[in-house]
């Protein structure tokens, strides 16, 4: 489903993503691990069309992504690290903004803001401007813009950053059941949550990816993850 060949990307001299290459079937929950720095969220922002990759390519079913923004725009949901919000917009205010940005239609919009309000539990926060929120329910809007629209791959940076257990719980509970209707590439240096969500994954060592492995063949791979630094 989802195809990246080669992706390179540099920040002036330094290489922050080095010749990475790996494919996602569809309906995959995929864990990118690495620690900080590794190069996980460069290599979101680029599937996701915010960064431009120095070379390589990403393709979605076959098509490239490089040149079809509005495929991008389509098909895939994005929560980044640090969601782009007004802190005085409502939570309503902010995802009728999110809807319009995906382009939904004005008679599809009013329900499929009410679908992503209930499957993300915000109800009770609609009126609440987003800075007063907590840091859980924060992420909980983030997850709702990222799932308006029915993307079919969803990619999720570092989700549970920041969030106390219960919180984690939560967002745990929400990506299982949002996964049931997409592919999932999500972010983390926590092995834990990666045991908990994820058919695979991949670690990345400065840069480069040093290991793609089914969950259940990682056992073997105990020595990498230590030398990985993504134990919990
Ligand atoms: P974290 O878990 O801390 O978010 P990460 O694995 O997501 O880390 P990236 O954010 O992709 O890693 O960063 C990879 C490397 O590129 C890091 O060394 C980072 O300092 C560097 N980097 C990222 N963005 C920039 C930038 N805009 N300018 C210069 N260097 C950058």
Same mark, same amino acid.
């Given at each position: 489903?989802?195809?990246?060949?080669?992706?390179?990307?540099?920040?002036?001299?330094?290489?922050?993503?080095?010749?990475?290459?790996?494919?996602?079937?569809?309906?995959?929950?995929?864990?990118?691990?690495?620690?900080?720095?590794?190069?996980?969220?460069?290599?979101?922002?680029?599937?996701?069309?915010?960064?431009?990759?120095?070379?390589?390519?990403?393709?979605?079913?076959?098509?490239?992504?490089?040149?079809?923004?509005?495929?991008?725009?389509?098909?895939?949901?994005?929560?980044?690290?640090?969601?782009?919000?007004?802190?005085?917009?409502?939570?309503?205010?902010?995802?009728?903004?999110?809807?319009?940005?995906?382009?939904?239609?004005?008679?599809?919009?009013?329900?499929?803001?009410?679908?992503?309000?209930?499957?993300?539990?915000?109800?009770?926060?609609?009126?609440?401007?987003?800075?007063?929120?907590?840091?859980?329910?924060?992420?909980?809007?983030?997850?709702?813009? $990222?799932?308006?629209?029915?993307?079919?791959? !969803?990619? #999720? +940076? =570092?989700?549970?950053?920041? %969030?106390?257990?219960? /919180?984690?719980?939560?967002?745990?509970?929400?990506?299982?059941?949002?996964?049931?209707?997409?592919?999932?590439?999500?972010?983390?240096?926590?092995?834990?949550?990666?045991?908990?969500?994820?058919?695979? $994954?991949?670690?990345?060592?400065?840069?480069? !990816?040093? #290991? +793609? =492995?089914?969950?259940?063949? %990682?056992?073997?791979? /105990?020595?990498?993850?230590?030398?990985?630094?993504?134990?919990?």
């Amino acid at each position: 489903m989802l195809n990246v060949s080669q992706l390179t990307r540099s920040y002036g001299n330094f290489i922050a993503v080095n010749n990475v290459s790996f494919s996602i079937k569809k309906g995959e929950i995929i864990g990118l691990l690495g620690h900080n720095g590794a190069g996980k969220t460069t290599i979101m922002k680029i599937i996701s069309g915010y960064l431009e990759a120095d070379k390589g390519e990403v393709s979605l079913d076959g098509i490239s992504l490089n040149d079809n923004p509005k495929l991008l725009q389509q098909h895939l949901g994005y929560l980044p690290e640090n969601l782009p919000v007004y802190p005085e917009m409502t939570v309503a205010e902010y995802l009728d903004y999110a809807a319009d940005l995906k382009g939904l239609k004005a008679d599809k919009k009013v329900a499929e803001i009410k679908r992503v309000i209930k499957a993300t539990d915000l109800s009770s926060k609609l009126l609440a401007p987003i800075q007063t929120l907590s840091r859980g329910y924060k992420q909980r809007v983030g997850v709702a813009q $990222a799932i308006l629209a029915n993307p079919k791959l !969803l990619i #999720l +940076d =570092e989700p549970t950053n920041g %969030l106390d257990p219960e /919180q984690t719980q939560h967002m745990r509970q929400l990506i299982k059941e949002i996964a049931q209707d997409a592919t999932v590439i999500l972010s983390t240096h926590i092995m834990q949550e990666v045991n908990a969500l994820c058919d695979r $994954a991949l670690i990345l060592k400065a840069g480069q !990816l040093v #290991l +793609d =492995e089914k969950l259940d063949a %990682l056992q073997h791979s /105990q020595q990498l993850i230590v030398e990985t630094d993504c134990q919990d």
